[in-house]
């Protein structure tokens, strides 16, 4: 089981830091990523990190400004998100491993004023 938290109305420029608790699996044994998707647009990767957390890798829009982690002790996927645009906007889901083969409910992210 995947369950994210953390979102929110956020002004511009603001900053989030999403969650995702993991059960139910060896969370340590996987690479995870996070992923969004706006209203009638395709769902997109956001960030991803290996096993471990030494290897990261972002999606062009958000390099620079947001910040992939995994705390392995507490099971939990962490996503700081900074200087958000209103860009940012969608539902954020975290998933397991390079190919996302399972999915969390996701957690609604708005940047607005």
């Known amino acids: 089981q995947l369950v994210e938290s953390g979102g929110g109305l956020v002004q511009p420029g603001g900053s989030l830091r999403l969650s995702c608790a993991a059960s139910g699996f060896t969370f340590s044994h996987n690479a995870m990523s996070w992923y969004r998707q706006a209203p009638g647009k395709d769902r997109e990767l956001v960030a991803q990190i290996s096993v471990g957390g030494g290897s990261t890798n972002y999606a062009d829009s958000v390099k620079g400004r947001f910040t992939i982690s995994r705390d392995d002790a507490q099971k939990t996927l962490y996503l700081q998100m900074n200087t958000l645009e209103p860009e940012d906007t969608a539902k954020y889901y975290c998933?397991?491993?390079?190919?996302?083969?399972?999915w969390g409910q996701g957690t609604q992210v708005t940047v607005a004023s």
């Open positions: 998933a397991i491993g390079w190919t996302a083969w399972f």
